[in-house]
Nanobody, 125 residues
Framework: VQLQASGGGLVQAGGSLRLSCAAS????????TAWFRQTPGKEREFVAA????????YYASSVKGRFTISRERAENTVYLQMNSLKPEDAAVYYC???????????????????WGQGTLVTVSS
């Protein structure tokens, strides 16, 4: 599976962005896909995930209610709609794909075998 992330950019605090992660190589129908983010000197942080089998979604507490993860089967693409952005949301955002994970494993980057290249989100205050 190859993942191509896009949609990052510069936005003012309170604004919105939508990230996309297009997959190629095989359908994501049995995968879990997720977004992680990373800032310099810090570990990669879980943001949100969706299981393609049943569209169950999971969010980090820091983004719940502001971010929405979704998937489009026909396009083999996962999206992250980010609203009410805060300066602390600024990071490089990575999409990832892994097997159909159990809930307790979804938030750990080590469980995802496929990664996109990252897209930079900058939030100005």
């Amino acid at each position: 599976v190859q993942l191509q992330a896009s949609g990052g950019g510069l936005v003012q605090a309170g604004g919105s962005l939508r990230l996309s992660c297009a997959a190629s190589g095989r359908p994501l129908g049995t995968y879990t896909t997720a977004w992680f983010r990373q800032t310099p000197g810090k570990e990669r942080e879980f943001v949100a995930a969706i299981r393609w089998t049943d569209a169950s979604t999971y969010y980090a507490s820091s983004v719940k209610g502001r971010f929405t993860i979704s998937r489009e089967r026909a396009e083999n693409t996962v999206y992250l709609q980010m609203n009410s952005l805060k300066p602390e949301d600024a990071a490089v955002y990575y999409c990832a794909a892994g097997p159909n994970l159990i809930v307790s494993s979804i938030g750990s980057a080590k469980n995802y075998g496929y990664w996109g290249q990252g897209t930079l989100v900058t939030v100005s205050s």
